[in-house]
């Protein structure tokens, strides 16, 4: 039911949907003066959001910072990767990979292996029925590609109920306690999504250190058009920064944090 639910709240409150849902009661209404002012506040949403300057700013302010390879110290039992935008399964092509959208999840994950610094991988999260009866799901295509780069297929763990970001800490404590109940982990996951993830992971028991991909602040001199000019870019990022503000205040309220 939570599930579910948080979609559909997931629609009402992105930001898009408020500037539509205001521009159409602007349409509607009959007095003039709100009128404009719900025209007003549309277009000042609009500002603030495709805003490049200050979009760029509140994702440097919540994203995870960066971590060096060489500052993970000491070696992890278990590199916890979720899932979510890894890989295209619907990418045209057979026989290659196709990295997702949060595909820097998968290398990054595969870099630490690679340097020693985790021992097994766990791909934890789920995809649709269609695709998991099919194999592709894309727990099972980030594994394949990595088997692809030299991993050994027996050091790769799977977690494939999981459809959110509680069930993915939920269910992979249940394996992680079972199969190393002294273990060391650590957790790779977006930059963006680090804070609700290590939270709900700390919730369910495990105490993990923290591996951040998937960087969308830049960390560079922004321009004076990047303060004037509307980017569509923009628009995106702040979506799905604001997405992730709603989930963490949503997940805090109900006590998955």
Known sequence: MFYFLSKAIDFIVMPLSIVFFLL???LIV?????RKLLVASALLILFFISNNFLVNKALN???AK????????GVYDVGVLLSGGLMDANAPGEDHAVLGKRGDRVLQTFLLYKAGKIK??????TSNDQ???EGKGETRLAAALMVQWGVPASDILFEEKARNTRENAKFSAQILNKKYPDGKFILITSAFHMRRSAGCFAKAGIQAATFPA??????????????????PDAIAYFS???HEWIGNVVYKVIGYT
Not at 120 to 125: A, R, S, V
Not at 219 to 228: A, V
């Open 61 to 63: 302010w919540w994203e």
């Open 120 to 125: 097994k991988i766990l791909i934890t999260g």
């Open 66 to 73: 960066p971590v060096n390879l060489s500052e993970v110290k």
């Open 30 to 34: 009959s007095n003039n003066r709100k």
């Open 240 to 242: 799905m920064l604001w």
């Open 214 to 231: 998937d960087f969308y602040g830049g960390y560079y001199d922004l321009q004076l058009q990047d303060f004037l000019i509307p980017d």
């Open 131 to 133: 695709l998991m009866l």
């Open 24 to 26: 159409i009661y602007g």
